[in-house]
């Protein structure tokens, strides 16, 4: 257990909806992660949070956003979903925002979008 | 473009026997190389984390070499187990990664451990 939780586990939603997913960090940890990894595809660097503020941004979609807030929770949302769309999303997170920090990663959502 | 490259894409060994995995890059510049583990629905864990002054690290029966020179790395497994069967996840670290982040993840080498 990395002490990272994620919920909801398990989401099914249709086409064109909005759906949020929540990551809580390990206790002391600054920095949150969000990552996709689609079934044919290596893990894929979204966007990080350090104590509230965007780090550093990848190849995150507009339809997407994220924040986290004071308590260093974090949320995901997703709208105007597509089939595409479909994949596990992953938190970590790590005590610094530094290039030499473990991340430690949360069990991850399964988002599928029918 | 940044990129990861790992091999074999799979792999099957027999219970005890050791391998190699490898790891090409063209990140530059670069501040550190990390392999994780990966089981089946999981979150990747960490394994190792190495800079590009450090040529090997070991994390009980995995050894991660690296060679910055030629932008290799690998990670060795000894006397493997069932409990070894995984994805291993190569990731390296550029310092401004630009809009593929900070972190460029390989696609992984999938390992099957039979008894």
């Known amino acids: 257990d990395s002490g990272v939780t994620q919920t909801p586990k398990h989401l099914i939603t249709a086409t064109g909806q909005r759906v949020t997913l929540r990551c809580s960090p390990r206790s002391g940890d600054l920095s949150v992660y969000w990552y996709q990894q689609s079934l044919d595809q290596g893990l894929q660097f979204l966007i990080q949070y350090y104590n509230g503020e965007e780090r550093a941004k990848g190849n995150i979609l507009e339809r997407f956003s994220a924040q986290q807030f004071p308590d260093l929770h974090s949320e995901l949302n997703l709208s105007s979903l597509e089939l595409g769309d479909s994949a596990l999303y992953f938190c970590?997170?790590?005590?610094?925002?530094?290039?030499?920090?473990?991340?430690?990663f949360g069990p991850g959502t399964r988002l599928l979008v029918l | 473009k940044n990129q990861v490259e790992q091999s074999p894409q799979s792999l099957i060994i027999l219970e005890g026997k050791n391998c190699t995995l490898q790891c090409n890059y063209t990140v530059s510049p670069f501040s550190n190389l990390r392999w994780y583990k990966q089981d089946t629905g999981r979150g990747p864990v960490s394994l190792t984390i190495?800079?590009?002054?450090?040529n090997t690290k070991s994390n009980g029966r995995y050894t991660a070499t690296l060679d910055a020179d030629t932008k290799q790395s690998s990670l060795h497994i000894t006397a493997s187990q069932l409990s070894d069967s995984a994805s291993y996840i190569c990731v390296v670290s550029a310092p401004y990664g630009g809009s593929q982040g900070n972190l460029i993840f390989g696609k992984g080498t999938k390992l099957s451990v039979k008894p």
């Open positions: 970590a997170s790590s005590d610094t925002d530094g290039q030499q920090e473990t991340q430690y």
């Open positions: 190495m800079t590009f002054s450090e």
